[in-house]
């Protein structure tokens, strides 16, 4: 498999697109989905030390024989189909507290409040994710989905009712076979997620919304899915009036070459370039300011000669530079295997499950190759006592930063308070719009 090819499987993988004989990404067309309910669930996951599995769409699976996942209609009604939803919000109402560490080495401890009647609502997709042993998911989260949940989407619970359909996605497991070159390895099948989602989105509609306004949120695998679903049912004029935003990060939404802001990926619904806009999206790719795209990313680009690759940064939605708010995880990420450094030295315990670093990380959008990327400064002193770095990229075989990637891993971590203040600004406009 030559180098480019080889790539753009990992993308398949990781965000649910395929590859020609070239090498060239191609995003497939999503299956009809109908409207009768043609099963409830998937093959489950089996119990610990127990060997029983769940009943399927199509039966029941036995555990640990990597059986096809089945491929019926998800019911969502079921609470056990959402990771979060008004009423079933175990993986949404956690610990979100936060230390502050300032660069004099002081820390401080930042509570989180979730709103008790938020105005709008969010609807989240996850990025891949999963460790399930078959090609797609099932539909029973392990702590892996709980935990990315928790760090990508949680906290907008201070501004929004949280919804987060569970999906058939493709797994890491299939990622790692498609890297391996592993022969004779299932395929996954690629419309499973899409039809998931659909049904979810759905489901919400019919039963959740009320007219209310809606914020989407989507990482890597899960910005694909949901880019899509904007494609085929709200890119449309005029814009339906409940959409307030789409935060499709660590993907790549293409607009005309020449400052455009609309009329590639979306022929309606353009970048933001305020945070009180409505109707519009924010979508980013991050690297490090001292290692940008190499020539092999598939990020910040097109295959269309007349498109490129836009770029919104959270943190400064007019342009040019500004801080991010970033909110990492004090034990490090949960798919980057660096080792996390002391915060501060020398080493002071870290209680809260999350680490705030006012004035480390500047950002800004930037030109690439073929589009525009988010350039994330580290601003580390030495001479301080503060961390100078932070782990977050994905890593090479041999354990370096990986070109291909970036800092792919925290996109969202390293925004998540800019994200915030946005999403709260944008409520703000809808709610005063709506009067």
């Known amino acids: 498999m030559n180098t480019r090819l080889a790539f753009c499987a990992v993308v398949s993988a990781l965000a649910a697109v395929g590859c020609n004989e070239e090498g060239s990404v191609w995003t497939p067309p999503p299956a009809p989905v109908t409207g009768s309910a043609a099963g409830t669930g998937t093959a489950g996951r089996a119990t610990a030390g127990t060997g029983a599995a769940g009943t399927g769409a199509a039966g029941t699976a ?76 099932d539909l029973i989260p392990g702590p892996e989905e709980k935990s990315v949940v928790q760090s990508q989407f949680a906290r907008l619970g201070s501004q929004c009712r949280l ?148 770029c919104t940064n959270p943190a400064a939605l007019g342009g040019g530079s500004g801080e991010l708010h970033a909110y990492l995880t004090a034990k490090g990420s949960v798919l980057s295997s660096a080792p996390t450094p002391p915060w501060v030295t020398p080493e002071q315990p870290v209680t809260t499950p999350y680490v705030s670093v006012p004035g480390l990380l500047t950002a800004e959008c930037v030109p690439g190759m073929t589009g525009e990327y988010l350039s994330v400064t580290i601003n580390g002193n030495p001479a301080d006592p503060r961390v100078d770095n932070i782990v977050g990229d994905v890593l090479t075989a041999t354990g370096e930063p990986n070109g291909d990637w970036g800092l792919h891993v925290v996109d969202v971590n390293l925004a998540m308070g800019n994200l915030v203040d946005i999403v709260k600004a944008k409520a703000a406009a809808y709610t005063a719009a709506a009067r």
């Open 62 to 137: 036995a555990a640990g024989t990597g059986a096809p996942v089945a491929a019926g209609t998800t019911d969502y009604s079921k609470a056990e189909h959402w990771l979060c939803r008004p009423g079933h919000n175990e993986a949404c109402a956690t610990d979100l507290s936060s230390t502050v560490v300032a660069a004099d080495g002081t820390l401080t401890v930042e509570p989180y409040e979730a709103s008790a009647t938020p105005p709008i609502d969010c609807f989240y997709v996850y990025p891949t994710i999963s460790m399930d042993t078959t090609p797609n998911s």
């Open 163 to 310: 919804f987060a359909p569970v999906y058939r996605q493709v797994t890491l497991t299939s990622l790692r076979a498609t890297i391996g070159g592993m022969a004779g390895a299932p395929m996954p099948d690629r419309t499973l997620g899409y039809k998931d989602v659909l049904a979810a989105w759905q489901y919400y509609l019919d039963n959740d919304n009320q007219g209310r306004g809606v914020v989407f949120v989507s990482h890597s695998q899960g910005s694909s899915v949901l880019t899509q679903l904007l494609k085929e049912k709200l890119d449309t004029a005029p814009l339906d009036k409940r959409l307030i935003s789409a935060l499709l990060i660590g993907t790549t939404i293409t607009v005309p070459k020449g400052g455009a802001v609309v009329g590639g990926t979306f022929q309606n619904v353009p970048l933001c370039k305020t945070a009180e806009e409505l109707g519009c999206v924010i979508s980013y790719a991050s690297f490090r300011a001292t290692m940008p795209p190499s020539a092999t990313t598939l990020f910040a680009r097109s295959a269309d000669p007349n498109l490129v690759g836009g």
